[in-house]
């Protein structure tokens, strides 16, 4: 049930981004395609992972005796009895952990947002050196920074001015 719950907040979510992307202004000078394409690349990817979700959870469903495949060594098994629970707390906090990340973008910052959301997210699901996991957020935040600001020329959130 919670990958069809799953799919449809993809699909949705996808849908509504579109919406969005379609309403940016059209610019007059410049670029033919204009802001749209990044936008609408993003939306249409989530809107395949949300189709491919679905109809993989249709598929499972249709066929429960398919969905394990034949000939592998492993034994499948149940999962234990708060297990359960314990993944649908999981994507719970991430997802509200995402959303607060998208508010804080803005008024924090691209670097300083992006540092904390990445950070807490590796901490938690990749559990090694912690210097280790800061590493990866920083490099990705100023691969991402670059990319974005140098060769994209897309103005990022500076965040909270010094006084």
Request: glycine content about 6%; proline content about 6%; charged content about 10%.
């Amino acid at each position: 049930m919670a990958d069809w719950i799953l799919a449809a907040f993809a699909i949705t979510g996808a849908t509504i981004y579109f919406r969005a992307a379609m309403s940016l202004e059209k610019l007059q000078v410049g670029d033919a395609l204009g802001p749209q394409v990044f936008p609408m690349i993003v939306a249409v990817c989530m809107l395949l992972s949300g189709l491919l979700l679905a109809w993989e959870t249709w598929r499972k469903q249709a066929s429960p005796a398919d969905s394990v495949p034949r000939g592998r060594p492993f034994e499948v098994v149940a999962a234990k009895p708060g297990e359960d629970r314990r993944h649908q707390l999981v994507l719970v906090v991430m997802v509200a952990w995402t959303a607060l990340y998208y508010v804080a973008f803005e008024p924090v910052g691209y670097i300083v947002s992006t540092m904390t959301y990445l950070s807490a997210m590796l901490f938690y699901f990749h559990r090694v050196n912690p210097l280790i996991n800061l590493g990866y957020a920083a490099a990705f935040t100023a691969l991402a920074y670059l990319l974005f600001s140098d060769f994209l020329h897309v103005v990022l959130p500076s965040g909270i001015a010094p006084l």
